[in-house]
């Protein structure tokens, strides 16, 4: 059985930082593309941050230069370190993982960022 579970979201100010992980049972995510998406109030899920088997990473363009997306295959964990946070990154955070045609998604972590 194949589960992810998002962590380290919370309340933080503007300026400030998270790390976010997501755990991984069932498979060895270091195996696979791995993709951090979210969902904000009124909008459609998008995709954050992404990183392929072989560690190529690519980021939205909102995100550049603040967020991180790194593996630690120690732990089968695929995180998203997140500075400089803004009001604008209030969302849902989603961990994801295409195996196949297999779409797999955690239940998410909420992050909020406000004064």
């Known amino acids: 059985q194949v589960r992810l579970v998002e962590s380290g979201g919370g309340l933080v100010q503007p300026g400030g930082s998270l790390r976010l992980s997501c755990a991984a049972s069932?498979?060895?995510?270091?195996?696979?593309?791995m993709g951090w998406y979210r969902q904000a109030p009124g909008k459609q899920r998008e995709l954050v941050a992404r990183?392929?088997?072989?560690?190529?990473?690519n980021y939205a363009d909102s995100v550049k230069g603040r967020f991180t997306i790194s593996r630690d295959n120690a732990k089968n964990t695929v995180d998203l370190q997140m500075n400089a946070l803004k009001p604008e990154d209030t969302a849902v955070y989603y961990c994801?993982?295409?195996?196949?045609?297999?779409?797999?998604w955690g239940q998410g972590t909420q992050v909020t960022v406000s004064s």
């Open positions: 990183i392929t088997a072989g560690d190529s990473t």
């Open positions: 994801n993982g295409r195996i196949s045609v297999t779409n797999y």
């Open positions: 069932g498979i060895r995510l270091s195996l696979y593309a």
